[in-house]
């Protein structure tokens, strides 16, 4: 299984939890040295704790079961910050 399939099965465990709360995350990009990128979608792209939800939750599920990703960022986080 390549990368991003794994990265992809990873997201999978959380992304039931963002559909509830009416958000979803994509992959935009794994980088050559491993760092996820990725966009939040519907509320998970507006929520006040979207950061949380990022770090707490996406970030974590993903170098659970992937570790050798070494980090993950939300494209659109960093837009806003």
């Not at 979803?24 to 939800?53: H, R, W, Y």
């Amino acid at each position: 299984m390549d990368l991003r399939a794994q990265v992809e099965q990873a997201l999978e465990t959380i992304r039931p939890y963002l559909i509830a709360d009416g958000g979803n995350v994509a992959i935009e990009e794994i980088t050559p040295d491993n760092i996820v990128k990725v966009k939040l979608l519907g509320n998970c792209g507006s929520c006040k704790m979207s950061f949380m939800t990022m770090k707490a939750g996406i970030e974590q599920a993903i170098i659970k079961e992937v570790p050798e990703i070494k980090g993950v960022v939300a494209i659109d986080l960093a837009e806003q910050a």
